[in-house]
């Protein structure tokens, strides 16, 4: 295969077409999604130029599935706040916090299946994984909040909205989210004790 340092090269001709050297082969953008998915590592480069154009490549495939059958993973809000730090003295941070908290993600939620797995076994409620991935998208609230506030402290100067008392919802909402901790970790004393 034809890699440039370990790295598959894929060449993008000026017709759109993009074709895998390490292949001999076109490859289309669900192609690449795939090679992504298995974790296979690749270059994209403009053909005639020679310049890596891998990331607005990977940009076009989450495009691409972010319009899918409304398989969307980032949430409006999440777009709206993104854009906003373009051009913003705070967005040279960005990439590298994003980086972290995707690769945090991605340890926490290998931990969660391994412990589902070892706890419960081959049940369908370790196939279930709903409450532990809620509990998962409370910690990245948690720390997309503590990422806001950092961003304060080194822009003191911003002007920030001020802060919403809790709404009955939220405050029933976390109620609830306690509540299915505590049945968690109920369900999980009970498993510990068989």
Same mark, same amino acid.
Request: aromatic share 8%; glycine share 4%.
């Given at each position: ?143 997309? +909040? ?31 989210? +306690? ?16």
């Amino acid at each position: 295969m034809a890699k440039n340092d370990g790295q598959i090269v894929i060449k993008k001709y000026a017709n759109r077409r993009l074709y895998n050297t390490g292949t001999s082969t076109y490859v289309t953008l669900d192609d690449l999604a795939h090679m992504v998915k298995r974790g296979e590592d690749f270059v994209v480069q403009d053909a005639k130029s020679g310049d890596d154009i891998t990331h607005s490549v990977l940009t076009q495939i989450i495009f691409e599935q972010e319009s899918k059958n409304g398989n969307t993973l980032l949430p409006i809000s999440f777009l709206r706040q993104l854009i906003s730090y373009y051009g913003d003295q705070m967005q040279t941070f960005v990439p590298s916090y994003l980086e972290q908290s995707m690769h945090a993600f991605g340890e926490q939620q290998s931990q969660i299946r391994e412990h589902m797995a070892k706890t419960l076994g081959d049940t369908p409620l370790a196939k279930n994984l709903q409450i532990p991935m809620q509990l998962m998208e409370e910690q990245i609230k948690r720390n997309t +909040e503590i990422f806001r506030q950092a961003l304060e402290v080194f822009s003191p100067f911003s002007v920030t909205a001020p802060k919403a008392e809790p709404t009955e919802g939220r405050k029933a909402e976390a109620k609830d989210i +306690e509540e299915l901790k505590e049945q968690l970790r109920a369900l999980q004393t009970k498993i510990e004790n068989m």
